[in-house]
């Protein structure tokens, strides 16, 4: 694919390139992220990202943490998305464990992560509207956000941080009207995205500033390893729901979303939204189903262990969180503690990739493409 | 050319929409709480029963196994207890268990504490629960430390003196018995001899 | 594509590169390969038709206690198959060449894997810490590191 | 038009205080409403019921953030230049006030009656651009320089498109003295120049909509010049984190935030003199008119334009610094100079 970017002639203009450093406090890096950029005028030359300003030794605890003392760390990786987090890890430890949860539980967990992953991209949308400037779709999308999280602590007791998976089961049931309140749910994600649609998607000032900006070819964002919907919106279709069907996905039917040339650039910071708002109509999709198969009636814990033991041996267990591809290679050695366990930071990966994009943008496209990859510091520096 | 009009007109046009939008809503219902006066933390509308919150020992309950210690991920829990000795009398927790550890100290740092309820999980006798209150504060690191034992240091010392004092006791309990099962023994091979 | 056969290819092609091949009863099977041969075995995974591991998962540096290696987890996008490749690094400087031109994610799970554990890639772009200070003091993440007391004049609390 | 306060207490020293006080005393309630505004607007319109705490329902909020900013540390940057850092939000307040001179409120009251009044707001309307370049670069800070730098080619381009309008309604009124313009519009609500101004006849139709047009482009300008939203890429809060005045802090940021304000009010007054007839009521000579009913709709109509400035700020992302020129260059300069034309053409038939 060729790349476009705005041409500008360095060449003849005899000018003092800029260097600028972008956080670790500014308004729009997410978070404590650095971003050290060289400037000719406005036009981005290169961006180098110092990271690491949150790092706080995830792996290196979790060798000192019991099984079940790990999963409130990573609620902790990706603040955003804790249930989609817990996951993949819960499910490496049950693999390992040869553990079958009950039909109930898998359900349940779907459907968790489905919302969570709607409460994530509203979240990404929502800021990325707000790296451009508009200020109210950011608020539309956090009221219906607060239904999410009000549901979330209904059934887990947090907010944000839910320690909700455990290793063989769920902490707790369900609350008696839930499944009321996720429909409920569902039909005001579904009112607001199509206010969103139209107030900042469909905005021309909106679709001028995203279309061509960052444009991701396909076959870099593989080399990258990216994952979600920074590759999706690459036209990649890879989604490890549909192409390794974990847990119960492969029971739903719904789309992988890709990006496309409709308006913009296939892999421009356009696509990589709209990605993200038509997954929330996906997970809609998927919540449905599952709401309607689920069974009423089962024990979210019967099938907890006495002792979480894992045999030696190791696994690489991955989920398709809302940002991407979140893995844990667990090494275990027969103890209580892993032996090592390794995460695969989707951020941090896929965070690798804007030095590659941005550069022959300006300023302002830079924090869009850096709003675009989405990116969650907690994640990035573990 | 065409193009150039259209981008305009849709330009137009889209900031209407966007105006309409936000103009609908500038007479729409607020959805803010206001935050102390319309919050009731018994509610349950706005706390779940099973919200986690600050934590709360109920130490009559506690037989002190140190469960919620070893449970804890970011260590914020120190329980310290000493056996207790038959000169108590018969002794029980509240849930009718038999006592065998008296609690010295059972303290929770709140400022470390992460909610995540495995304390909860792990305690047999339900002693450690979640209550509704979330707004606490404090001027130092220390006053969010909180110590549920409410035994004088006089009575605590009294508790560790009695088992100092027991443990001599039965050490020389136990020399006197062992002294006397081995005269029996001896008298016993005496008597076979 | 099984692991087994994906195992047999390439055993046909490295004779000796590809040391030997882990089957657990839980878990997934892996592949141990010759540290030093390792930029050739990926550029072949990656290219050779059938095969094309164009997505490199997961780069992780491991401290076995007795010895120190790498553990790359290949996915191909096309065939939808995985495959594991661990190499083992002796105690003593370890270093291994860098697959940062094969797959460019290596970049950052490469510098990570040093900034842990001291693990040196040959012929990568920019060898330097990334979730450390810069001029932060051992291995983290090694068996038997033992931290700092003071960083920059300032106590680390343990 | 003579002017009220001389013909009150004489053409002397203290009348011409008064006469430079009386903006000023609009000025600050003015600021303070218009903060108000912008706050609970913007809070309804994101469903959020915005300050409550301070007085009734919040109103005092503006008040306790005066009084905030006036009790906050003066920082003054070391390696900032010191006489140019402190001029600089001065300078920005100056320009905006100055233009209060020849903004009428009513029939009889203009501060200065002089007949290049709005060739003398376009002229002071530059003037800020000095003052926003002058404190972005000497705070000697990056962010401030890049919005610096952005402000000057944003406010030139669009000075052009205003021009224009200007042009336009200088041709068609054949004076530049505010009042007349306004007296020219006077009577019924189609005399105003946005339904085709004074002239009678099936012409009046043609006008209508050039004189359309005009009015959006000015709009769209005034926008520009005021560096609101969607063209507030010199302060681009997500981008050069406050632009020109990110290392000011208490009195010189609330001399900013005045004079932004300030500046909302000068091109809302100006819209309405321009385009929907100024002090003059809508109900025609005879209904709800004179000195005292010109003030409530002179200040009336320009409000409105405040409200729609906020409400464009609470809807709109923000452009980009070449989209910004392209709209200008490309978009609005061609249709202000097409409207120009085609108005004198039609100016000189009829």
């Given at each position: 694919?060729?790349?476009?970017?705005?041409?500008?002639?360095?060449?003849?203009?005899?000018?003092?390139?800029?260097?600028?450093?972008?956080?670790?406090?500014?308004?729009?890096?997410?978070?404590?992220?650095?971003?050290?950029?060289?400037?000719?005028?406005?036009?981005?030359?290169?961006?180098?990202?110092?990271?690491?300003?949150?790092?706080?030794?995830?792996?290196?605890?979790?060798?000192?943490m019991q099984y079940p003392q790990v999963i409130p760390y990573?609620d902790?990786?990706?603040?955003?998305?804790?249930?989609?987090?817990?996951?993949?890890?819960?499910?490496?430890?049950?693999?390992?464990?040869?553990?079958?949860?009950?039909?109930?539980v898998?359900?349940?967990?779907?459907?968790?992560?489905?919302?969570?992953?709607?409460?994530?991209?509203?979240?990404?949308?929502?800021?990325?509207?707000?790296?451009?400037?508009?200020?109210?779709?950011?608020?539309?999308?956090?009221?219906?956000?607060?239904?999410?999280?009000?549901?979330f602590e209904h059934t887990s007791g947090a907010r944000l941080l839910y320690n909700y998976f455990w290793v063989g089961g769920l902490a707790h049931d369900v609350p008696p009207n839930f499944?009321?309140?996720?429909?409920?749910?569902?039909?005001?994600?579904?009112?607001?995205?199509?206010?969103?649609?139209?107030?900042?998607?469909?905005?021309?000032?909106?679709?001028?500033?995203?279309?061509?900006?960052?444009?991701?070819?396909?076959?870099?964002?593989?080399?990258?390893?990216?994952?979600?919907?920074?590759?999706?919106?690459?036209?990649?279709?890879?989604?490890?729901?549909?192409?390794?069907?974990?847990?119960?996905?492969?029971?739903?039917?719904?789309?992988?979303?890709?990006?496309?040339?409709?308006?913009?650039?296939?892999?421009?910071?356009?696509?990589?939204?709209?990605?993200?708002?038509?997954?929330?109509?996906?997970?809609?999709?998927?919540?449905?189903?599952?709401?309607?198969?689920?069974?009423?009636e089962g024990d979210v814990r019967e099938k907890f262990p006495k002792k979480v033991r894992?045999?030696?041996?190791?696994?690489?267990?991955?989920?398709?969180?809302?940002?991407?591809?979140?893995?844990?290679?667990?090494?275990?050695?027969?103890?209580n503690k892993?032996?090592?366990?390794?995460?695969?930071?989707?951020?941090?990966?896929?965070?690798?990739?804007?030095?590659?994009?941005?550069?022959?943008?300006?300023?302002?496209?830079?924090?869009?493409?850096?709003?675009?990859?989405?990116?969650?510091?907690?994640?990035?520096?573990? | 050319?065409?193009?150039?009009?259209?981008?305009?007109?849709?330009?137009?046009?889209?900031?209407?929409?966007?105006?309409?939008?936000?103009?609908?809503?500038?007479?729409?219902?607020?959805?803010?709480?206001?935050?102390?006066?319309?919050f009731d933390p018994i509610d349950t509308g706005f706390m779940p029963d099973n919200s986690r919150n600050k934590l709360f020992v109920d130490i009559d309950d506690c037989n002190g196994c140190g469960g919620c210690e070893r449970d804890c991920p970011v260590n914020c829990i120190t329980v310290e207890t000493v056996k207790t000795v038959p000169s108590d009398g018969p002794i029980t927790i509240k849930s009718g268990a038999k006592r065998t550890l008296w609690v010295l100290k059972h303290e929770i740092d709140y400022s470390k504490c992460c909610f995540c309820s495995l304390c909860v999980e792990s305690c047999a006798t339900s002693a450690i629960f979640h209550t509704k209150e979330f707004d606490y504060s404090g001027y130092d690191r220390n006053e969010l430390k909180h110590d549920f034992v409410s035994y004088s240091d006089e009575e605590k010392q009294k508790k560790l003196d009695n088992f100092v004092a027991y443990q001599i006791v039965k050490k020389?309990e136990d020399?006197?018995?062992?002294?006397?099962?081995?005269?029996?023994?001896?008298?016993?091979?005496?008597?076979?001899? | 594509?099984?692991?087994?056969?994906?195992?047999?290819?390439?055993?046909?092609?490295?004779?000796?590169?590809?040391?030997?091949?882990?089957?657990?009863?839980?878990?997934?099977?892996?592949?141990?390969?010759?540290?030093?041969?390792?930029?050739?075995?990926?550029?072949?995974?990656?290219?050779?038709?059938?095969?094309?591991?164009?997505?490199?998962?997961?780069?992780?540096?491991?401290?076995?206690?007795?010895?120190?290696?790498?553990?790359?987890?290949?996915?191909?996008?096309?065939?939808?198959?995985?495959?594991?490749?661990?190499?083992?690094?002796?105690?003593?400087?370890?270093?291994?060449?860098?697959?940062?031109?094969?797959?460019?994610?290596?970049?950052?799970?490469?510098?990570?894997?040093?900034?842990?554990?001291?693990?040196?890639?040959?012929?990568?772009?920019?060898?330097?810490?990334?979730?450390?200070?810069?001029?932060?003091?051992?291995?983290?993440?090694?068996?038997?590191?033992?931290?700092?007391?003071?960083?920059?004049?300032?106590?680390?609390?343990? | 038009?003579?002017?009220?306060?001389?013909?009150?207490?004489?053409?002397?020293?203290?009348?011409?205080?008064?006469?430079?006080?009386?903006?000023?005393?609009?000025?600050?309630?003015?600021?303070?409403?218009?903060?108000?505004?912008?706050?609970?607007?913007?809070?309804?319109?994101?469903?959020?019921?915005?300050?409550?705490?301070?007085?009734?329902?919040?109103?005092?909020?503006?008040?306790?953030?005066?009084?905030?900013?006036?009790?906050?540390?003066?920082?003054?940057?070391?390696?900032?230049?010191?006489?140019?850092?402190?001029?600089?939000?001065?300078?920005?307040?100056?320009?905006?006030?100055?233009?209060?001179?020849?903004?009428?409120?009513?029939?009889?009251?203009?501060?200065?009656?002089?007949?290049?009044?709005?060739?003398?707001?376009?002229?002071?309307?530059?003037?800020?651009?000095?003052?926003?370049?002058?404190?972005?670069?000497?705070?000697?800070?990056?962010?401030?320089?890049?919005?610096?730098?952005?402000?000057?080619?944003?406010?030139?381009?669009?000075?052009?498109?205003?021009?224009?309008?200007?042009?336009?309604?200088?041709?068609?009124?054949?004076?530049?003295?505010?009042?007349?313009?306004?007296?020219?519009?006077?009577?019924?609500?189609?005399?105003?120049?946005?339904?085709?101004?004074?002239?009678?006849?099936?012409?009046?139709?043609?006008?209508?909509?050039?004189?359309?047009?005009?009015?959006?482009?000015?709009?769209?300008?005034?926008?520009?010049?005021?560096?609101?939203?969607?063209?507030?890429?010199?302060?681009?809060?997500?981008?050069?984190?406050?632009?020109?005045?990110?290392?000011?802090?208490?009195?010189?940021?609330?001399?900013?935030?005045?004079?932004?304000?300030?500046?909302?009010?000068?091109?809302?007054?100006?819209?309405?003199?321009?385009?929907?007839?100024?002090?003059?009521?809508?109900?025609?000579?005879?209904?709800?008119?004179?000195?005292?009913?010109?003030?409530?709709?002179?200040?009336?109509?320009?409000?409105?334009?405040?409200?729609?400035?906020?409400?464009?700020?609470?809807?709109?992302?923000?452009?980009?610094?070449?989209?910004?020129?392209?709209?200008?260059?490309?978009?609005?300069?061609?249709?202000?100079?097409?409207?120009?034309?085609?108005?004198?053409?039609?100016?000189?038939?009829?």
């Open positions: 694919m060729e790349r476009k970017f705005i041409e500008y002639d360095f060449g003849r203009v005899d000018s003092e390139r800029m260097r600028l450093n972008v956080g670790p406090q500014h308004p729009s890096t997410h978070g404590v992220l650095r971003l050290e950029i060289e400037l000719e005028g406005e036009i981005v030359t290169d961006v180098i990202p110092h990271i690491g300003y949150l790092h706080r030794c995830f792996e290196k605890y979790c060798e000192q990573i902790r990786l990706d603040y955003i998305a804790s249930m989609n987090n817990e996951w993949p890890f819960v499910m490496g430890v049950e693999k390992m464990m040869n553990i079958q949860v009950p039909e109930r898998e359900y349940i967990r779907v459907i968790f992560a489905e919302l969570n992953r709607i409460a994530n991209h509203q979240i990404a949308v929502a800021t990325f509207g707000m790296d451009a400037g508009a200020f109210t779709p950011f608020l539309y999308l956090f009221r219906d956000r607060e239904m999410i999280l009000n549901l499944k009321d309140t996720a429909l409920n749910i569902i039909k005001t994600v579904r009112a607001t995205n199509e206010e969103v649609m139209r107030l900042l998607m469909g905005n021309k000032i909106f679709v001028e500033r995203t279309v061509k900006v960052g444009i991701l070819p396909a076959d870099v964002a593989i080399n990258f390893a990216c994952s979600g919907p920074v590759l999706r919106g690459s036209g990649v279709e890879w989604d490890l729901r549909k192409a390794q069907p974990y847990s119960i996905y492969d029971r739903f039917d719904f789309n992988v979303c890709v990006g496309s040339n409709e308006i913009g650039v296939i892999g421009d910071s356009w696509n990589r939204n709209i990605v993200r708002m038509n997954e929330m109509e996906q997970s809609c999709r998927i919540i449905e189903q599952a709401i309607a198969q689920m069974p009423n894992p045999p030696k041996g190791e696994i690489y267990c991955s989920a398709e969180n809302p940002k991407g591809e979140l893995g844990f290679y667990l090494v275990a050695d027969g103890g892993p032996f090592r366990l390794k995460s695969r930071p989707t951020s941090f990966v896929n965070l690798a990739v804007l030095p590659e994009i941005c550069k022959g943008y300006m300023v302002a496209d830079l924090i869009l493409i850096l709003g675009s990859i989405d990116i969650v510091l907690g994640e990035v520096d573990r | 050319m065409v193009k150039y009009f259209k981008d305009i007109l849709l330009g137009f046009w889209t900031i209407m929409v966007g105006m309409k939008i936000t103009m609908d809503h500038l007479f729409q219902k607020k959805v803010t709480m206001q935050y102390p006066e319309r020389q020399a006197a018995k062992k002294a006397a099962d081995e005269a029996a023994k001896a008298a016993a091979a005496q008597i076979t001899k | 594509m099984l692991v087994q056969e994906i195992y047999d290819n390439l055993k046909e092609k490295f004779p000796e590169a590809v040391l030997e091949f882990i089957g657990t009863a839980t878990g997934d099977p892996s592949t141990v390969v010759d540290a030093g041969q390792i930029y050739n075995i990926c550029k072949y995974l990656r290219d050779q038709d059938g095969l094309e591991f164009d997505y490199l998962a997961l780069l992780s540096g491991m401290d076995y206690k007795d010895k120190f290696g790498t553990v790359y987890h290949l996915y191909s996008l096309k065939y939808k198959h995985r495959f594991v490749i661990k190499t083992y690094l002796p105690k003593e400087d370890p270093s291994l060449p860098s697959v940062e031109r094969i797959w460019k994610t290596a970049n950052w799970h490469e510098r990570e894997a040093y900034d842990m554990f001291g693990i040196k890639f040959e012929n990568h772009p920019n060898m330097i810490r990334i979730l450390c200070p810069y001029d932060w003091e051992g291995y983290p993440l090694r068996k038997d590191y033992v931290g700092q007391e003071t960083y920059h004049g300032v106590r680390i609390p343990v | 038009m003579g002017n009220f306060v001389f013909d009150l207490i004489g053409k002397n020293i203290v009348a011409a205080l008064v006469i430079c006080i009386i903006p000023l005393v609009f000025i600050l309630p003015y600021a303070l409403i218009a903060i108000l505004g912008e706050l609970k607007i913007g809070a309804w319109m994101q469903d959020r019921v915005g300050p409550m705490r301070t007085g009734w329902k919040g109103v005092l909020q503006p008040v306790a953030e005066v009084v905030k900013l006036l009790q906050k540390e003066d920082i003054t940057p070391t390696i900032a230049n010191k006489p140019l850092f402190n001029l600089a939000p001065f300078i920005v307040f100056i320009g905006a006030f100055a233009a209060f001179a020849v903004l009428p409120f009513s029939e009889k009251f203009i501060p200065s009656g002089i007949n290049l009044g709005l060739f003398f707001v376009f002229a002071v309307g530059s003037f800020a651009v000095i003052g926003i370049v002058m404190g972005g670069w000497a705070s000697n800070n990056k962010y401030s320089l890049l919005g610096a730098m952005r402000s000057v080619a944003q406010i030139i381009s669009y000075e052009l498109p205003a021009g224009m309008v200007f042009l336009s309604i200088a041709t068609i009124a054949g004076t530049l003295d505010m009042q007349t313009i306004i007296l020219n519009q006077s009577g019924p609500i189609w005399n105003w120049y946005i339904f085709g101004g004074p002239q009678g006849g099936a012409i009046k139709f043609l006008f209508i909509p050039f004189f359309v047009i005009l009015f959006i482009v000015y709009l769209i300008s005034s926008l520009a010049e005021t560096n609101r939203t969607p063209f507030d890429i010199p302060e681009g809060e997500s981008e050069i984190v406050a632009g020109y005045h990110t290392e000011y802090s208490g009195m010189k940021f609330a001399m900013f935030f005045m004079a932004e304000y300030a500046n909302m009010y000068v091109v809302s007054a100006i819209i309405v003199i321009l385009f929907l007839g100024g002090w003059s009521s809508p109900f025609g000579t005879s209904f709800m008119d004179g000195p005292i009913w010109g003030i409530f709709w002179m200040v009336g109509k320009a409000f409105f334009f405040v409200f729609v400035q906020i409400w464009l700020r609470w809807t709109l992302p923000r452009l980009r610094v070449d989209q910004l020129m392209y709209l200008g260059w490309k978009v609005l300069l061609p249709l202000s100079i097409a409207c120009f034309m085609a108005i004198a053409f039609l100016a000189m038939i009829n």
